[in-house]
Nanobody, 118 residues
Framework: HVQLVESGGGSVQAGGSRTLSCVAS????????WSWYRQRHGEARATIAM?????????ADSVKGRFTVSKASSEKSVTSTLQMNNLKPEDTATYYC???????????WGRGTQVTVS
């Protein structure tokens, strides 16, 4: 299985920036695409950024142009970073990383990291 640990959340003023990090360890080599997801209060978790094996990235319209995802892999782990700029109050959410296309049935979600924008 895979272990996922997100970090870097906190409180930030609107217009500010924040960098989130994720470390995935365990059996990561079977996953070729990694995503950042977020769950806003009262809403389902949703994909906001994807980093595919060929280095291509995809973003939700709500974060396009403001967020940048990157990824680095080693033999034993995957590290992903989400650079968030020009943050808005609607970016307030808990942020998670996981392989692409995972839903609530994915059994290895991390605890996420909370970002609050005011």
């Amino acid at each position: 299985h895979v272990q996922l640990v997100e970090s870097g959340g906190g409180s930030v003023q609107a217009g500010g920036s924040r960098t989130l990090s994720c470390v995935a360890s365990g059996i990561t080599r079977i996953y070729t695409c990694w995503s950042w997801y977020r769950q806003r209060h009262g809403e389902a978790r949703a994909t906001i950024a994807m980093y595919d094996n060929d280095g291509s990235t995809t973003y939700a319209d709500s974060v396009k142009g403001r967020f940048t995802v990157s990824k680095a892999s080693s033999e034993k782990s995957v590290t992903s970073t989400l650079q968030m700029n020009n943050l808005k109050p609607e970016d307030t959410a808990t942020y998670y990383c996981a392989p692409c296309g995972k839903g609530k049935d994915f059994g290895y979600w991390g605890r996420g990291t909370q970002v609050t924008v005011s």
